[in-house]
């Protein structure tokens, strides 16, 4: 079983990436907050490693983080996650945000995730809410932003942009003026200046 992966990035996509290590290309699946996290193709990588193996599959789920991993191998003893779908969830939500998410038992915010309905929240909060609490911190910095931040975070995601840079956008333009936290169409309009 592979746990750790450590090589030359040969290549990199959203989804996946080939790590060189020991004259063998390894493709790993990953998450979007690993590939942004990610150096540029030919420096060296390590990556944290769920291997799944079935007797129709080998397949390597990789990590920069290992409280992401952590948070993946929760996800997938949730009946109906398997190893994708878990990696979509890390993809659509920080790990700190799912992880508050679920504790908090906010089935609204974990329906966003494409591939995540209504039961499968519920399944997620009642599975997870109590095997959580090794992993439980502050609610990320957007919702103290103020209450228009997770919707204007949530279009921006939806627009197509990356949820970091979105984050930080909805951040310096509610530095720059306060009052944007209770607006939603000055603190849209603001984070779009920012963005692009």
Same mark, same amino acid.
């Given at each position: 079983?592979?746990?750790?992966?450590?090589?030359?990035?040969?290549?990199?996509?959203?989804?996946?990436?080939?790590?060189?290590?020991?004259?063998?290309?390894?493709?790993?699946?990953?998450?979007?907050?690993?590939?942004?996290?990610?150096?540029?193709?030919?420096?060296?990588?390590?990556?944290?490693?769920?291997?799944?193996? +079935?007797?129709?599959?080998? !397949?390597?789920?990789?990590?920069?983080?290992?409280?992401? @991993?952590? *948070?993946? %191998? =929760? $996800?997938?003893?949730?009946?109906?996650?398997?190893?994708?779908?878990?990696?979509?969830?890390?993809?659509?939500?920080?790990?700190?945000?799912?992880?508050?998410?679920? +504790?908090?038992?906010?089935? !609204?915010?974990?329906?966003?995730?494409?591939?995540?309905? @209504?039961? *499968?929240? %519920? =399944? $997620?909060?009642?599975?997870?809410?109590?095997?959580?609490?090794?992993?439980?911190?502050?609610?990320?910095?957007?919702?103290?932003?103020?209450?228009?931040?997770?919707?204007?975070?949530?279009?921006?995601?939806?627009?197509?942009?990356?949820?970091?840079?979105?984050?930080?956008?909805? %951040?310096?333009?509610?530095?720059?003026?306060?009052?944007?936290?209770?607006?939603?169409?000055?603190?849209?309009?603001?984070?779009?200046?920012?963005?692009?």
């Amino acid at each position: 079983m592979i746990a750790h992966l450590r090589g030359r990035l040969f290549a990199k996509d959203p989804g996946h990436v080939i790590v060189e290590a020991g004259g063998v290309g390894y493709e790993v699946i990953i998450s979007v907050p690993t590939f942004t996290s990610l150096p540029a193709e030919g420096a060296e990588v390590s990556l944290h490693v769920y291997t799944q193996v +079935r007797e129709d599959i080998l !397949a390597l789920y990789g990590f920069l983080d290992l409280k992401e @991993k952590r *948070l993946f %191998e =929760r $996800l997938i003893t949730v009946s109906g996650v398997g190893p994708r779908l878990a990696v979509t969830i890390l993809s659509g939500l920080s790990p700190e945000r799912t992880v508050n998410a679920i +504790r908090a038992q906010d089935h !609204a915010t974990l329906t966003h995730i494409p591939g995540v309905g @209504k039961k *499968l929240a %519920e =399944r $997620l909060v009642v599975e997870l809410k109590d095997k959580l609490e090794d992993m439980a911190v502050a609610p990320a910095a957007v919702v103290s932003a103020g209450p228009a931040a997770e919707d204007v975070l949530s279009a921006l995601t939806n627009l197509g942009y990356q949820r970091p840079a979105a984050q930080k956008a909805i %951040e310096a333009a509610v530095e720059k003026d306060k009052s944007l936290g209770q607006d939603f169409d000055g603190l849209f309009r603001a984070a779009l200046k920012v963005i692009r």
